[in-house]
């Protein structure tokens, strides 16, 4: 009898000393046409736009993110938007109703002149999301929380951007965002180098998102806190985070610090 307390309590320790459960993480991978893609659900969580007007800062890593919020309230960060060499927006960039940068709306080189470009918006309320044409931008009666311009659109009203080749010869990895019919945004990034066309088709045809915006190549960038993954390969410019769910609650201070 007292060997079979002893083993019990030698268990119960072992259990203590056990270390915690990860946290899920807010991330989900998905094949599509032979290629792994990362997608991101910010399950109603705030979405944060970290982008530098002409007189501040821009925050060019996770790792220097990190020192503006709680990271523990973090449920993943993704870059957001094209920038200069400084690390400055050059399109529309909103950040809790303040413009921070105009549409821009002039023709150039690029991916993001290759138009119709776009601009992903959050609404005042916080709660949902459009992805709009840069030139076309509804009028709001009250100002959005959240506004970042990039391009080209991948998927406009459930059509594949006119533009763009079904497999080009550029393969690069590649971020964006999608929104489904329900204001409803996902955010994705491809684990290996795609072309344009095939990163439209997944947002398309697997996400079923009649809308799509892309973010960027090369610097493309994922924070997932729960995996351990804090990519730091490229200078980045404007980042938006999305803060877990009982973070957003009121009272719950998931905004970054002053």
């Not at 203590?16 to 094949?31: H, I």
């Not at 938007?81 to 709306?105: C, Q, T, W, Y």
């Not at 009666?141 to 459930?158: D, E, F, H, Y």
């Amino acid at each position: 009898m007292r060997q079979l307390l002893l083993a019990l309590l030698l268990l119960t320790g072992c259990a203590k000393g056990q270390p915690a459960r990860a946290a899920d993480s807010y991330c989900r991978q998905q094949n599509f046409e032979g290629t792994r893609f990362t997608v991101c659900d910010n399950q109603n969580g705030d979405l944060t736009l970290f982008a530098a007007g002409k007189t501040e800062r821009p925050i060019r890593s996770f790792s220097q993110l990190m020192r503006k919020l709680d990271a523990s309230r973090v449920a993943f960060a993704m870059n957001a938007g094209m920038f200069d060499e400084d690390g400055r927006p050059i399109g529309s960039a909103v950040r809790d109703g303040v413009d921070l940068h105009k549409v821009n709306l002039r023709d150039g080189p690029g991916n993001f002149h290759l138009k119709p470009n776009g601009v992903f918006i959050v609404t005042c309320g916080g709660r949902s999301a459009m992805i709009a044409r840069s030139d076309a931008i509804p009028l709001f009666r009250c100002a959005p929380r959240l506004m970042t311009q990039s391009g080209p659109l991948l998927v406009i009203g459930g059509k594949l951007h006119p533009k763009l080749q079904a497999d080009g010869t550029s393969r690069l990895i590649r971020n964006g965002v999608g929104v489904t019919a329900k204001g409803k945004p996902l955010f994705v990034i491809s684990e290996g180098a795609v072309s344009l066309g095939k990163f439209a088709r997944f947002f398309r045809d697997r996400l079923k998102t009649p809308n799509a915006l892309y973010f960027d190549g090369s610097v493309s960038s994922l924070w997932d806190p729960a995996n351990g993954r804090q990519d730091n390969h490229s200078e980045l410019g404007p980042i938006i985070v999305a803060f877990k769910p009982e973070a957003s609650k009121p009272g719950h201070g998931g905004r970054a610090r002053p």
